[in-house]
């Protein structure tokens, strides 16, 4: 069960972050659903594009969060309102996983990232506006600062022993706790499908005529 969510926090302080922002559109030319994780940020990481299957190094922009100790090996983002927002791409998901990030907390996320981050398992949480400044500064302004995630008890540990409180969609953390997918979820209802099948073979056995 992936129930704790611990690691260093990658604070990303603005609104609005929108999914051309976090993956630009030229490196969506891969349905595969890895080797994003390079590209994640990349306008503001780099001071120089690439391609798809560029490989040679480029210059970071080192203002930049991610290219910055302790960040850059951090694993749980956290971020203002609408985060997400703009065009739907699920390379915007899969960038911020493949880069090795299991967890994006902020004020609000954009509808169609969020059915994009439940289907792949990214767990998201929403906080109030005060809560996000606090960690956001405190991360800012700390050489390291790692905070504990517990789903079950919806609850997250900062470094001063606070506990914060998030609410969140059952299915969804249901989902994320036993690492489903559509297919697993699907599977618990197979003995109602089987079921079902039985009686519209007598409803309409017609329609299993081919079988």
Not at 4 to 26: E, M, S, Y
Not at 91 to 107: F, K, L, P, R, S
Not at 163 to 182: M, Q
Request: glycine content about 4%; some cysteine; overall charge negative.
């Amino acid at each position: 069960m992936k129930n704790n969510f611990k690691g260093q926090v990658i604070p990303i302080n603005r609104d609005n972050v929108d999914t051309d922002l976090i993956i630009p559109k030229q490196y969506l030319k891969s349905i595969k659903k890895s080797g994003f994780g390079a590209f994640l940020f990349d306008s503001l990481r780099y001071t120089s594009t690439a391609t798809l299957d560029s490989t040679e190094s480029r210059e970071e922009d080192e203002l930049f969060i991610l290219n910055k100790k302790p960040f850059r090996n951090g694993n749980i983002l956290i971020s203002k309102s609408n985060f997400g927002c703009g065009s739907s791409r699920e390379h915007a998901v899969w960038a911020i996983q493949n880069y090795g990030i299991n967890t994006v907390i902020a004020e609000s996320f954009a509808d169609i990232f969020s059915r994009n981050s439940y289907t792949n398992g990214l767990l998201l949480i929403c906080l109030d506006k005060e809560n996000i400044s606090t960690i956001i500064n405190n991360a800012l302004s700390s050489d390291s600062y790692q905070i504990e995630i517990k789903l079950e008890s919806n609850s997250i540990t900062l470094p001063n022993g606070d506990n914060i409180i998030f609410d969140i969609d059952e299915s969804y953390k249901d989902r994320i706790l036993n690492s489903l997918d559509d297919i697993e979820l699907t599977l618990r209802y197979k003995n109602e499908i089987n079921d079902y099948e039985k009686k519209m073979k007598t409803i309409k056995p017609w329609l299993f005529e081919n079988e």
